[in-house]
């Protein structure tokens, strides 16, 4: 199977991390689905992802000491092999794991995802649990000096060890079995510890050996530009960030990140500017908020992510959407980018602006997004430089507000508001 055809343009969905934490339950995921499919899965929207310790007991029961509780009671098979912890996700009881809530999210017309850590859970090292289909057993496989420095549910698998390939082939064909369509692994993509650099290599061959098309997702970053290569050999989408959040300070270094990744957007390969901070986050955190962006900077951040052509995960409680909000998610216009646009380059980034253009795949139709750095003031920019592909005379509608106006002589004047954009579209006359 060709794994960049797994996800022919950039994946579009919802993640529950940044609302629900470690906390999410089936009833929460099926709420948002049902709101997905109901309102945005019109748009592109379509995978639903249950992130972090979804095999936990207890989870957030002691937030105020812990994110993730140390050496908590998780839900395993006799194979090592991590299940839905039965208290939060009641359909997964007797052995049937995520397979009814894949299912639900499936009737739906969306697709289904989990996040994974890297390696096999230290428990299952401690006790000796089997691999499936080996004479081999967890703790033979597991490197007890590979850590994850901010979770302590898995040790590192040893590369080409007997029994290693086995263990990651035995979880994709569960997860294959379950329906799952999208898998974000953790601890991996930078390559924090000296096996992740195969282990993502070995997620690979496991999804191939599954014989199910699951989208492969590296978290966190940021990613390394030298191992581009890897990355695009091997995964599907990568974090060229760590955790993105609500704070202007680190929309602003995005613009920096996808100057230096924007060379490796390829159909099937995305570098990932991280989840969409918008509308209600953090309850599970224990600060349930609004979003501390400004509008302005959510259509900057939305501008950048489509001409960028970067995967979209949101991270917001979808029922509480306002209208406002929604709207901003479901221009399909702006989306048009992630899916019908290509050779995406910024031509300018100083102190007080940044500048990218792109082109529509039919031919004849350019993007160019326009974004103010600027604090506290409106900035105004006559263009009479741009590519020679933006013609003489062209129709230019901008994309959030639908304004239209004749693009003359190589010349466009723009005012853009502190922290905003203007999103053009510029069509041959």
């Not at 997905?36 to 972090?52: H, L, P, R, S």
Request: charged letters at 20%.
């Amino acid at each position: 199977m060709d794994k960049n055809m797994f996800a022919p343009t950039p994946p579009m969905g919802w993640n529950s991390y940044d609302y629900y934490d470690t906390t999410v339950t089936e009833e929460d995921i099926k709420k948002n689905a049902d709101f997905m499919a109901t309102y945005m899965k019109a748009y592109g929207w379509e995978y639903v992802v249950v992130d972090i310790e979804w095999y936990a007991y207890h989870t957030g029961s002691l937030r105020d000491q812990y994110q993730y509780i140390p050496f908590e009671q998780i839900e395993m098979d006799e194979y090592s092999r991590l299940y839905p912890c039965p208290d939060r996700f009641p359909s997964s009881v007797s052995g049937a794991g995520f397979k009814p809530l894949a299912d639900y999210i499936h009737n739906l017309g969306l697709k289904f995802g989990i996040h994974i850590m890297r390696g096999i859970p230290r428990i299952a090292a401690h006790n000796h649990t089997k691999i499936k289909g080996t004479s081999v057993t967890a703790n033979q496989v597991a490197d007890p000096s590979s850590i994850c420095s901010w979770n302590p549910d898995m040790y590192g698998i040893v590369p080409n060890r007997p029994g290693s390939q086995e263990y990651y082939d035995s979880l994709f064909e569960l997860y294959a079995s379950w329906g799952v369509d999208f898998v974000k692994c953790d601890d991996i993509c930078r390559m924090d510890a000296t096996s992740a650099k195969e282990e993502i290599i070995m997620l690979q061959k496991a999804i191939q050996s599954c014989n199910r098309p699951i989208v492969l997702s590296l978290s966190p970053g940021p990613a390394k530009v030298e191992e581009a290569w890897h990355y695009e050999t091997y995964a599907n989408m990568w974090r060229i960030t760590d955790d993105f959040w609500d704070n202007w300070s680190l929309l602003l270094n995005m613009f920096e990140r996808c100057e230096h990744w924007q060379n490796h957007v390829s159909t099937g390969c995305y570098p990932d500017c991280d989840m969409i901070p918008v509308g209600y986050l953090g309850k599970g955190f224990g600060e349930e908020r609004q979003t501390n962006f400004t509008k302005e900077e959510q259509m900057t951040m939305i501008s950048l992510w489509s001409i960028f052509r970067s995967p979209m995960m949101l991270g917001a409680e979808l029922t509480k959407l306002d209208p406002w909000t929604l709207a901003l998610l479901t221009n399909k216009d702006v989306l048009h980018l992630l899916t019908n646009s290509q050779h995406a380059r910024q031509l300018v980034r100083d102190q007080q602006k940044v500048v990218w253009t792109s082109q529509d795949l039919n031919g004849t139709t350019s993007y160019l997004a326009v974004f103010n750095l600027e604090e506290a003031r409106e900035l105004t920019i006559e263009f009479n430089w741009l590519p020679a592909y933006i013609h003489s005379t062209s129709k230019i509608t901008e994309l959030w507000t639908q304004e239209t106006k004749e693009y003359k002589d190589f010349s466009l004047q723009v005012s853009i508001p502190a922290h905003g954009v203007k999103l053009y579209r510029i069509e041959s006359a």
